[in-house]
């Protein structure tokens, strides 16, 4: 701000002019429907995000994945979802800021200052709507692993097409372990491993599969995967037990998670608890005027959930209104 009152040429009230209402840092699926619910409530808001394109998470990771937690859509693919978001939150020519990732965020005044990769921009209140700004696979650490990754093993499907008429392991037991498998099911040959006695998936997912073709072992671990220069076979049994199998597999796909990396958000003074932003029942999260939702935001009772972020993005959008009408008053 010193700078700016110090140039003769530039002065506060039109440097105010220029503020946004709201920024928007994430350009997933909760941010893009924050975006949506900015424009229902009339309010400037400005998007960024670090990634090219539009769709955070689901575009780089899960384009072709089914998604079935959406009100309304029994079933949308990844890109489908980013599209129609992409068309009713766009309709307005909203400013969006693609390829410049927030570095630094500081408050002056009534005023935040983000710094991005390209620049700076201000705004009177932000929503981080960001999935965390890195994420690796988890690993299982089996003899061949790392020698086969990208050769028949895989953490994410880029494309379905590849597994079409496959043998394809598929090793986990949450959402996206039972989702991939009922989802490559009527594709390909697939059998299933999970380490625990139990699922971590939703019930209908887990119904679905054991009344599918997937052969499923659990509680089932991978042990070894074999191959010459392309996966060829992968060793299998039970948690603890000597008695092994040896499978012929084209492809073994591992949804164990991810590990994730917040990068510069945290440095911004929010409360953090295991990776994500602390926030109460209004998405604040203890600096005022900074809101948190989706997969970033953690609360007592949290559900990851793209459906559930939907809402939780429309609650941070409304507190930062009533934040900004609040401030007016004053």
């Not at 630094?104 to 700076?120: A, K, N």
């Not at 986990?172 to 490559?184: E, K």
Request: charged share 20%; with cysteine.
């Amino acid at each position: 701000i010193q700078a700016y009152e110090e140039d003769s040429t530039t002065t506060w009230g039109s440097l105010l002019s220029s503020v946004d209402e709201l920024a928007i840092i994430g350009g997933g699926p909760c941010g893009l429907f924050g975006l949506y619910h900015a424009n229902m409530r009339q309010v400037s808001a400005r998007l960024f995000d670090s990634m090219p394109e539009l769709g955070g998470q689901v575009t780089s990771l899960y384009p072709d994945k089914e998604i079935f937690d959406i009100g309304g859509m029994p079933r949308v693919k990844g890109r489908e979802l980013i599209a129609r978001l992409g068309e009713q939150c766009l309709k307005d020519g909203q400013s969006l800021c693609l390829g410049e990732q927030v570095l630094s965020l500081e408050r002056e005044d009534e005023v935040f200052r983000l710094g991005t990769t390209t620049g700076e921009s201000l705004a009177r209140t932000v929503v981080i709507a960001a999935g965390p700004a890195a994420f690796r696979p988890r690993k299982l650490g089996v003899s061949g692993e790392a020698e086969f990754c990208g050769c028949g093993v895989a953490y994410h499907v880029a494309g379905i097409r590849r597994y079409v008429g496959r043998r394809v392991l598929i090793v986990g037991g949450g959402d996206s372990a039972l989702d991939w498998a009922n989802t490559l099911a009527p594709l390909a040959q697939v059998p299933l491993v999970h380490n625990l006695p139990k699922w971590q998936a939703h019930e209908e997912s887990v119904g679905r599969m054991q009344n599918s073709a997937v052969r499923y072992g659990q509680p089932w671990e991978l042990r070894e995967i074999e191959g010459e220069r392309q996966v060829q076979a992968a060793v299998i049994g039970p948690v603890g037990a000597d008695s092994l199998e040896r499978i012929a597999v084209d492809e073994i796909l591992i949804c164990i998670g991810f590990s994730t990396d917040l990068g510069p958000i945290r440095n911004w003074g929010l409360a953090i608890r295991e990776g994500q932003i602390e926030v109460d029942w209004g998405m604040r999260t203890g600096v005022d005027g900074v809101f948190a939702a989706g997969d970033i935001a953690t609360y007592a009772g949290k559900q990851g959930l793209i459906a559930l972020g939907f809402g939780e993005v429309g609650l941070a959008v409304d507190s930062a209104v009533r934040a900004t009408c609040t401030r007016s008053s004053v």
